[in-house]
Every structure is written in structure tokens, then in C-alpha cells.
């Protein structure tokens, strides 16, 4: 769990970084989330989107991809998210 001064640490990176993670009119699908966990595994921090086609709500959506992937969701804001999970072979975020 993380604390409020940590998720003001990780939402302050976020805001620089461009969506790399896109939730389609499938959904959350075994794809999304392998995916996921791999670029979780290398970058520990990411910000994904769910595209207007989808027919997901964006909250939803991403608790069920933190969830799946046993991530934290950091923050949602419209329809892009924040996820983090520290890498268990090469950290390289230091929280406060």
C-alpha cells in the first residue's frame, strides 16, 4: 500500500510520461494484462489510456488491470490512469 506522499511522488513522474498502455473495445483482455506486467516488470511506473471506443468505465478498468497484475493504481484522471509495482529484478524508482 502505498502512502499519500509516495502517490504525490509517483503522480509528479506521471505527468511528464505519454500513455503506453491502450485499453480497445476489448477490454481488459489475457493480452492487456500479459502486457502489462511485462512493461510494469521493466518501467515499474506507467500511465495507460482507455480509448473513447471502449465500452469500459475507466475506473473499473483499471482497478481490474492493478488488480490482475498486482499493481497500485497510482491515480485516474479522465481516461488515462497511473499504474506502479516495483520491479522485483531491477528496481529503479526510490520512493520517499
Keep these: ?4 506522499k509516495q502517490k504525490g ?12 498502455l491502450q485499453i480497445g473495445k476489448g477490454g481488459v483482455t489475457e493480452a492487456v494484462i500479459a502486457q ?5 516488470e ?11 471506443n471502449s465500452m469500459e468505465d475507466v475506473q473499473r478498468a483499471a482497478a481490474e ?4 497484475t498486482s499493481a497500485e493504481l497510482v491515480q485516474v484522471i479522465g ?11 531491477k528496481p529503479m524508482i526510490d520512493l520517499p
Design 9 to 20: 511522488f509517483l503522480r509528479s513522474m506521471g505527468n511528464e510520461m505519454d500513455p503506453i
Design 36 to 40: 502489462t506486467d511485462e512493461t510494469l
Design 1 to 4: 500500500m502505498l502512502t499519500g
Design 65 to 68: 488491470l492493478a488488480e490482475r
Design 42 to 52: 521493466a518501467r515499474e511506473l506507467i500511465k495507460g489510456r482507455v480509448l473513447p
Design 79 to 89: 481516461r488515462n490512469f497511473l499504474l506502479y509495482r516495483q520491479s522485483k529484478k
